[in-house]
């Protein structure tokens, strides 16, 4: 069995108040709104627990998950993940009764089903799945609702959830014994499995039960995994996201193996996905659910790119591989992602306007699907009860994970991979450290005197982090800090108030020394940036930092300017607002002048993000 060389230190990980701690308290309110009797609805039904049950029309979810649809109850397993994440990390008992109590029904309708079924479709779906009749998805569907039972176990103590899992797991022993390779081929190729082959890994690790084990070798799905092994591209126009969860499988069975071709395939996917095949400005990778060609993006700007299923999933992939490998390139990666994936398509909630004579509560939007990145682009967001797409299940999911990407440790050496404000503790030789991270205040108070309103008098141009170190004892280990890409000069860093060298390399800032009750101040100079489209140079969208501009803009515009030097074509627009910097710009030099704001910050407006330059006229 190999070991992780980086290991997350989520399970201690706190977020404090920032944009990432709001979305993850807008998913508890989330989770907390939706009725129990409905998040059961189907379990009830497989079971024959609800024929006599009086329900309205109204007061039942609707949507994918709704009494008709053939992936009813999938939502309830991701709702199950979040639930035992958030608690964990918050304490919060009122949210963990409600789980417990979810757990416990499914655990009833378990019992009502013989012993083994636990899941909200019949099991004559997998039946005829295994007899060559199309159904939507099942296996996908008994995955998700596993996944919430095993980290109700994991993060919440649950024990009857696991039991329930052993009951399934059994059940799926005994469906797949002497189902030929040729049929679960079949199976795997005519409908999703989702992470069901890192479920039986995740499953075995707990466990050690061989039974688990053979599950996840079961499970793979030798028709991808094998050209891939061989780094033969068979992703061009392929369902993303029906591949990356088989690839968090291939990650999950390296780990608990050894075995390196399951490395080799992992390494090679993302290679294939995101090196040779490229990003969006966004950090996303797909147009209508599917793969692009190598270095295509031009043509497949949409309406549909950028599926909120994909972003995450692909920032789990390049988890596992930070966490093998400890580059810096995956951390960017998982940061491009956060800002212009999960913030950008998920709980957006805009400004109240309390100065209006009939004042009304700010516009929200809880998921969108896609995100277009077409000129005059338009979110569309999903509602609470009555769509229940795949996205709303990864909503939930992402906005309990944010801590999970922060932290990582190794020996005694602690990396901080993600700058968004939070605490962590470790014990370290027997002594208990705490690290904790905030965004310095650079704007200060309107009303006190004091120098910091009138230090700055325009929007900083860089991220400034206040880092406290504290141990119980003095402590020698090893910080290592994240260079990010987007950087626009050297970091500067200083201990206790004075000036402190870094060691730098492949993206990293180390330093090594003993801790005791330490302040670092780290200073990450940025500004703008033009990411091109491959196939298209001359056209690109704007960052500052790792944050991608939407243009207010309902059409294609073409701007004038230097790529080279995007403080050409952009300018900083209202750039204070009471005790804030706000991070909006506005063109400049240009035929017809409009404004930019963050992608994350658009909720029904339409926007273009990607934009035509042409040299500046003489």
């Known amino acids: ?121 019949p099991e004559k779906y997998l039946y005829s799945l295994r007899n060559g009749k199309h159904f939507w998805a099942p296996q996908y569907v008994c995955h998700k609702v596993m996944m919430g039972l095993l980290d109700m176990y994991l993060f ?14 059994g059940w799926f022993l005994r469906f797949t014994d002497g189902i030929s390779r040729e049929t679960m081929d079949h199976m795997m190729d005519i409908e999703e499995t989702g992470g069901i082959m890192e479920l039986w890994g995740d499953l075995y690790a707990v466990t050690g039960d061989e039974a688990h084990l ?35 499988g291939c990650a999950r069975a390296y780990e608990l193996t050894g075995e390196e071709r399951y490395r080799k395939i992992v390494e090679n996917y993302w290679d294939l996905a995101v090196t040779q095949r490229r990003q969006f400005a966004t950090g996303g990778q797909t147009s209508g659910e599917i793969y692009t060609a190598k270095g295509l993006q031009a043509s497949r700007l949409g309406d549909m790119n950028q599926e909120h299923c994909v972003v995450y999933n692909m920032i789990r992939l390049a988890d596992y591989l930070y966490r093998w490998t400890g580059e810096a390139k995956y951390a960017d990666y998982i940061e491009q992602n956060i800002y212009n994936g999960l913030f950008a398509q998920g709980f957006w909630q805009g400004e109240s306007r309390e100065q209006c004579l009939e004042p009304h509560e700010p516009e929200t939007g809880l998921i969108a699907y896609y995100l277009p990145l077409e000129a005059g682009g338009q979110k569309k967001w999903g509602s ?88 119980q004892s003095p402590v020698r280990f090893a910080l290592r800090l994240r260079l990010p890409w987007w950087l626009k000069g050297q970091a500067c860093f200083e201990l206790d108030g004075e000036p402190l060298a870094a060691h730098c390399e ?57 790529i080279e030097n995007p403080s050409s074509i952009l300018k900083p627009h209202d750039e204070r607002r009471w005790n804030h910097w706000t991070p909006r710009y506005r063109t ?12 994350y910050d658009i909720g029904r407006e339409r926007y273009t993000v990607y934009f035509p330059v042409k040299k500046p006229r003489d």
């Open 384 to 471: 609470k009860t009555g769509d229940f797409w795949c996205c709303h299940c990864t909503l939930v999911q992402a906005n309990a994970r944010y801590r999970d990407f922060i932290y990582y440790h190794k020996e005694k050496e602690i990396a901080v991979a993600q700058y968004l404000p939070s605490e962590t503790e470790i014990e370290l030789a027997g002594t208990q450290v705490c690290i904790r991270q905030q965004q310095t205040d650079l704007a200060g108070d309107i009303l006190e005197i004091s120098p910091l309103p009138m230090q700055y008098e325009s929007r900083p141009d860089f991220w400034s982090v206040d880092i406290q170190i504290t141990a």
């Open 1 to 121: 069995m190999t070991q992780e060389k980086w290991q997350p230190l989520e399970q201690s990980t706190r977020l404090l108040p920032s944009l990432a701690q709001e979305k993850r308290d807008r998913d508890r309110q989330y989770l907390m709104e939706l009725k129990n009797e409905n998040l059961l609805f189907s379990f009830y039904y497989e079971a024959g627990l609800n024929g006599r049950m009086n329900y309205k029309l109204k007061d039942v979810h609707w949507g994918w998950d709704g009494p008709l649809s053939q992936i009813r109850g999938t939502f309830t397993g991701h709702w199950l993940s979040a639930a035992a994440r958030l608690f964990q990390e918050t304490g919060d008992r009122q949210l963990l009764e409600k789980a417990n109590f979810i757990v416990s029904e499914i655990g009833r309708c378990q019992q009502e089903n013989g012993g083994g079924w636990a899941f909200p479709i």
């Open 588 to 599: 400049v030099g240009q035929d017809f002048g409009f404004t930019l704001k963050p992608l």
């Open 506 to 562: 492949n993206g990293w800032a180390f330093f090594e020394r003993e801790w005791t009750d330490n302040r670092l101040t780290v200073v990450l100079p940025k500004g703008l940036t033009c990411w091109r489209l491959p196939d298209e140079p001359d056209t690109v969208a704007f960052l500052d930092g790792p944050v991608v501009l939407a243009g207010l803009v309902e059409e294609q515009r073409i701007l004038h300017g230097d």
């Open 214 to 248: 053979t599950l996840m070798r079961r499970y793979e799905r030798p028709k991808l995994t094998g050209p891939i092994e061989k780094g033969q591209d068979v992703l061009t126009n392929m369902h993303v996201n029906m591949t990356v969860p088989e690839i968090h």
């Open 156 to 169: 919440a103590k649950n024990d009857q959830a696991l039991e329930i899992l052993k009951g399934c797991a």
